[in-house]
């Protein structure tokens, strides 16, 4: 059975965290060939939402405040794709964004490849491809 869970980071156990970051270094870093810092401050100041099913995070996702009136989801991932894992977790993100901080704008930025599961939700593209440690990205926003 799969269950979502959202967390504050003082209300993650230990084990919730270690699953997290190494759910986060297994795609980010090791399959995507991407070495960077992994932890980088945000992660006190965020809130954590995940789908796991028997005890392994089947997909996860990051929100925090980007500013006074944008939200900011990052370090979406699937650890097991084609099985709507991500479009439903994207979903519920949204759906909690909205209804718990109200903010005027969604932002993130993603990975150009992923613009259409984005867009599924109602987010549009804007500005210019840039790089993100060797990855080509694009900022996304979705207006409430």
Known sequence: MVHYNVKKFTELTTEELYDIIASRESVFVVEQNC??????????????????????????????????????????????????????LLHRAVEYIEENIKPAIIFLEAQTYATGFYEKEGFVSFGEVFLEDGIPHIKMQKKL
């Open 35 to 88: 070495p960077y810092q992994e932890t980088d401050g945000v992660d006190r100041e965020a809130t954590h939402l995940w789908l796991e099913e028997e005890g392994a995070i089947k997909a996860y996702l990051r929100i925090f405040m980007k500013n006074e009136s944008t939200v900011q989801i990052g370090r979406v991932l699937t650890t097991e794709r084609g099985k709507g894992y991500g479009g439903d």
